[in-house]
Structure formats: structure tokens, C-alpha cells
């Protein structure tokens, strides 16, 4: 659509339309699913439309979610130094190599690595000005991403469905 407002300048409208599916045709499945099998189903799918979304935006930054999260918890240390088994303690996912996610990061420059003066086994990792310069461009495009998936449900909704998870996760 377009639109004519001043002369010579043409603006382009767009206009998405979202439509909702069930889980049953995004797999193309004519089965009636037991229902805690379709639960399951769409948990892990819409993990992985989230997961493809966020992996999409931090592409341009040669960033992974996992690293990402590695940041983010050395960014909430406020200058404070932590170790591995902290970080690794507070990924999102558990089985994220940490000591390869945070050479990586340091590759980067993004953090440091210093043995800890108290125990010569132990590493300290901490954030470098770099590593929260990126964060801070980051930021305001990781909340559009999540308000882009709240969108669609009130916050009474979003308050109910983060009971749920929390409740159905518990096993």
C-alpha cells in the first residue's frame, strides 16, 4: 500500500497479519495428540520459534544465545569478578560448555579471565567496557524482542501462562 503525502516523497505501509496455528498443522499431524504429548509439542516448539528469533537478532553482533547469557550474568556481578561455577550455575542452559562460551568471549574481548589470588585453580571472569557497550545496544533490541512475544496476551495472561511453566516444569 502506498501512501501520498507531499510531493515527491512515498511512504510504505506495511501490514502483517498473524494468523494462529495449531500445533497439529504446524506438524501436519491429522491425529487426535493426547493432550499432555501436544503440550509438550507446543512448549518445545514455540521454545524453538523464540529461540530462532533471538538466534536472528544477535547474528550481526557474532553472538550465541549462550554467550549472550554468559554476558548478561557478568554484566548483573556489577564489576565484581565470578567464577565458572557461578556462571555456569546460572545459564539458562544447563549444558552449555562454559569454559568454550567464555574463551570464545574472551576471543572477543569481551571479557577477562584471571586466576583468582586465593586459589591458583580457580578462574575469575569479569565483563569488559566492550562486553557492556555491546549489552547496552543490545538491550533495547532484546526487550522489543520480548515484548514482541507478550504482545498478544494481556499481563494477566502473561502472569498466568509464567505460573504454568513454572508449575509444569517442576517434575
Known amino acids: 500500500m502506498y501512501i501520498q503525502l507531499k510531493k515527491d516523497t512515498t511512504f510504505v ?9 495449531k500445533i497439529e498443522d504446524v506438524i501436519k499431524s491429522n491425529l487426535n495428540l493426547a493432550i499432555e504429548k501436544k503440550t509438550l509439542l507446543n512448549v518445545m516448539y514455540s521454545q524453538n520459534v523464540i529461540s530462532e528469533k533471538f538466534n536472528e537478532l544477535l547474528k550481526p553482533f557474532d553472538l550465541s544465545a549462550e554467550q549472550f547469557n554468559v554476558l548478561r550474568i557478568l554484566r548483573g556481578q556489577n564489576g565484581k569478578a565470578t567464577n565458572m561455577c557461578n556462571i555456569q550455575e546460572r545459564m539458562i542452559a544447563k549444558t552449555s560448555n562454559t569454559t568454550r562460551l567464555v574463551d ?13 589470588p586465593n586459589n591458583r585453580r580457580k578462574m575469575e571472569i569479569t565483563i ?5 557497550r555491546l549489552l ?3 538491550d533495547p533490541l532484546v526487550i522489543n524482542h520480548e515484548k514482541c512475544f507478550a504482545k498478544n496476551l494481556t499481563e494477566s ?3 498466568t501462562l509464567n505460573e504454568l511453566l513454572e508449575k509444569f516444569r517442576t517434575v
Open 136 to 138: 547496552k545496544k543490545l
Open 128 to 132: 569488559t567496557q566492550k562486553g557492556l
Open 104 to 116: 570464545k568471549l574472551l576471543a572477543k574481548e569481551l571479557v577477562t579471565r584471571e586466576i583468582c
Open 13 to 21: 505501509v506495511l501490514i502483517f497479519v498473524y494468523t494462529i496455528m
Open 157 to 159: 495472561e502473561l502472569i
